[in-house]
């Protein structure tokens, strides 16, 4: 139920139907973390699915050896950027969870640095979820999430959790970090599901 | 303190119409906006909003605001720099008058807030960072705290071009001045105030080093600018032995 500012025009008509709504298209890179960016090195790094029944852990280089995808998917963040296009390259979600057994129908991300973000299970599988540890070619930048990160590119971005060590599967939908502090359960962008 | 409490258990963000109450130039480059919110909650020190703008032709732009103002009421200050490149602060800092509406969404965000402690208490002291038009939610922060005497340590170091460039130059000074504790240091990047002789240039380790609560103090830090700004300045802390759980982060996007 929108009214007109009086002259206001804006700028931009380039009204793209890959642009959810309430979203501007940018061609850098912004970036958003409530706290210092971590220094993760390879060497120390291992990320770990925590089920009921134990869980299953990889290295680094254990994790290279896993099947690699190539992704190119638009991102939205829920503070209305949007990128068109953008290259990574990561590990299927479901390549991890063949390993995996579990009833638990709700996944909570954790991060180093202790960001923590919630995703159904069913909103990681069917190819719409990886772990990505390179972007347009080259390493994860630490501020952008690298060494790895999550790419859930369906949902606004602060649900991709930047730094990403493991996944701990849950029984009920936990709100995660941001989700305590004023951003919405579900996070769908086709449905601004912004806030609370 | 009780209706911020009440606030904390309850926040409750809506799109609201917004009425244009003043505008005035605050800096060469930006402008404070007085909102008058009709339905507004309130919001906490810290919190932001989402600004949205539409067109005859129904297009609209939405952006995100820090807030510069806090507490009860229906009244809101916004502080907001012009970018070279922009499609919505220049229309809010040149063209947007008194009588003017426009639409917010919030108060928005629970995290990069300050709230006074209990009466009587006083609360771990607090550093606050701020680059550039990054002060503002950092303004409301230390105005928060001065409005209601607290006891806390607060200390304030803003990076900022010019003298001429300082937001809130009157407000930060009174609130200096006030009984609240607060420590108030300017890093001029270009050139600083006349006859001061002080240093000119970029924040750098040492400086920062030397203005900050010391990490024994155990403070909590909030850190706002520009992604570079906030990148550099959490780093260094961290090697300077604060506690990165204790530092709050937010940067202004491209947009």
Not at chain 1, 13 to 18: C, I, L, N, T, V
Not at chain 1, 142 to 151: I, K, Q, T, V
Request: with cysteine.
């Amino acid at each position: 139920m929108s009214f007109i500012t009086r002259g206001f025009t804006g700028r931009s008509r380039e009204r793209d139907d890959r642009l959810p709504p309430g979203q501007t298209l940018v061609h850098d890179f912004p970036v958003l973390s409530a706290g210092p960016t971590p220094e993760v090195d390879t060497a120390d790094w291992e990320f770990t699915i925590r089920t009921e029944h134990g869980g299953r852990r990889w290295s680094w280089d254990e994790f290279m050896q896993l099947e690699i995808e190539d992704v190119t998917t638009d991102i939205h963040c829920v503070t209305h950027w949007s990128k068109l296009g953008t290259n990574w390259r990561g590990v299927s979600l479901d390549t991890l969870f063949a390993e995996v057994e579990t009833e638990y129908d709700y996944v909570m991300a954790h991060s180093y640095g202790g960001y923590t973000t919630n995703v159904p299970l069913e909103e990681l599988l069917g190819g719409r979820a990886w772990v990505a540890f390179e972007f347009d070619g080259e390493p994860l930048d630490p501020e952008h999430g690298g060494p790895a990160r999550l790419l859930v590119p369906h949902l606004y971005f602060w649900k991709s959790a930047k730094w990403v060590r493991g996944l701990e599967l849950m029984p009920t939908d936990d709100p995660g970090f941001w989700e305590q502090n004023g951003y919405h359960l579900h996070g769908d962008p086709w449905k601004e599901e912004r806030y609370w | 303190m009780s209706e911020v409490q009440q606030l904390q258990a309850a926040p409750r963000t809506a799109w609201h119409v917004a009425e244009v109450t003043e505008t005035r130039r605050e800096t060469p480059t930006a402008a404070r906006i007085s909102l008058d919110v009709v339905g507004w909650p309130g919001n906490l020190a810290g919190q932001h909003l989402d600004v949205r703008l539409t067109a005859p032709d129904g297009y609209t732009a939405t952006r995100s605001y820090s807030i510069a103002s806090s507490g009860d009421g229906e009244r809101v200050v916004l502080a907001v720099d012009r970018l070279p490149d922009g499609e919505v602060s220049p229309f809010l800092v040149d063209e947007l008058r008194a009588g003017d509406r426009l639409e917010v969404h919030g108060p928005l965000g629970a995290f990069f807030v300050w709230r006074p402690p209990a009466s009587g208490a006083v609360g771990r002291p607090v550093q606050l960072i701020a680059g550039g038009s990054g002060v503002v939610p950092l303004v409301a922060i230390a105005r928060a705290h001065a409005d209601a005497g607290d006891a806390t340590p607060f200390r304030l170091l803003y990076s900022v071009r010019t003298p001429d460039d300082v937001f809130f130059a009157a407000e930060l000074e009174a609130a200096r001045r006030g009984p609240a504790p607060l420590e108030v240091e300017f890093v001029y990047t270009r050139s600083a105030p006349d006859g001061s002789g002080g240093p000119v240039g970029r924040i750098t380790r040492e400086r920062l080093a030397a203005a900050v609560i010391g990490a024994d103090a155990a403070p909590i830090v909030y850190v706002c600018g520009s992604t570079g700004f906030v990148e550099r300045v959490a780093a260094w802390l961290i090697e300077l032995g604060h506690d990165q759980a204790a530092i709050r982060t937010e940067r202004y996007g491209g947009t």
